[in-house]
């Protein structure tokens, strides 16, 4: 399969702080990037996805940046919070894809 | 819609026994995805269906795994003979456009124990 490289592995961010994840892509081809939310004992579910004709995608506290020269996207979630603590993949997917390739996943931990 | 649902939500079985894995997508979807999830390789792809046929089953790490789709509500994924490797969390995600433009969507999981 196709890889997508997430990073971190985890990551903990204080309340209100910026939580920050990246994931590049080497097949150029790939023209859809979702990012999935799983919280434990749950599937992932979507959360925000990017094609990569624009370079940034907001909705509410999150927000997708896309660089297509470096092949990389990452996911900024704003104002962290408690609830905001899951795991967290990105994912990518091209025309003539089967279907989704997922990043290995990065554990969020917001402390209060 | 009650969404994906998955069945077992657990199961632990023995080495060598033949473990049956149950999901019925969301009505009306037309691609269902069997993916395996583990600390060590993340989610996997096993094999997908569209309208019922297998498309993609490149992803099914041997021959004991075997999976069906013998209507448009109904997948079942089998392993036999179950192995302590074959341990993970298995989910079962319904699309109603294969490409995850719509996103998909995925059930509870089933979460495998080989003893």
């Known amino acids: 399969q196709q890889q997508v490289k997430q990073s971190p592995q985890s990551l903990i961010v204080q309340k209100g702080g910026i939580s920050i994840i990246n994931c590049a892509y080497e097949?150029?081809?790939?023209?859809?990037f979702p990012w999935y939310q799983q919280f434990p004992g749950k599937g992932p579910a979507l959360l925000i996805a990017?094609?990569?004709?624009?370079s940034e995608k907001k909705e509410g506290r999150f927000t997708i940046s896309f660089n297509k020269s470096a092949k990389q996207f990452s996911l900024h979630i704003m104002d962290s919070q408690p609830g905001d603590s899951a795991t967290y993949f990105c994912?990518?997917?091209?025309?003539?894809?089967?279907?989704?390739?997922f990043g290995k996943g990065t554990t969020l931990s917001v402390s209060s | 819609d009650a969404g994906v649902i998955q069945s077992p939500r657990h199961e632990v079985t023995e080495m060598g026994q033949e473990v049956t894995l149950r999901c019925k997508p969301i009505?009306?979807?037309?691609?269902l995805f069997w993916y395996r999830q583990t600390m060590m390789r993340g989610l996997e792809l096993l094999i997908y269906?569209?309208?019922?046929?297998?498309?993609?089953d490149s992803g099914m790490p041997e021959d004991r795994f075997s999976a069906k789709m013998p209507n448009a509500s109904f997948s079942t994924l089998k392993i036999q003979p179950s192995e302590p490797r074959d341990s993970a969390v298995y989910f079962c995600?319904?699309?109603?456009?294969?490409?995850?433009?719509?996103?998909?969507?995925f059930g509870s999981g089933t979460r495998l124990t080989v003893v």
């Open positions: 995600a319904s699309s109603g456009m294969g490409r995850g433009l719509s996103g998909y969507t």
């Open positions: 097949n150029t081809a790939f023209d859809y």
């Open positions: 990017i094609r990569p004709d624009v």
């Open positions: 994912a990518a997917i091209n025309q003539a894809g089967t279907a989704l390739i």
């Open positions: 009505s009306g979807h037309d691609y």
């Open positions: 269906f569209n309208n019922n046929v297998p498309i993609d």
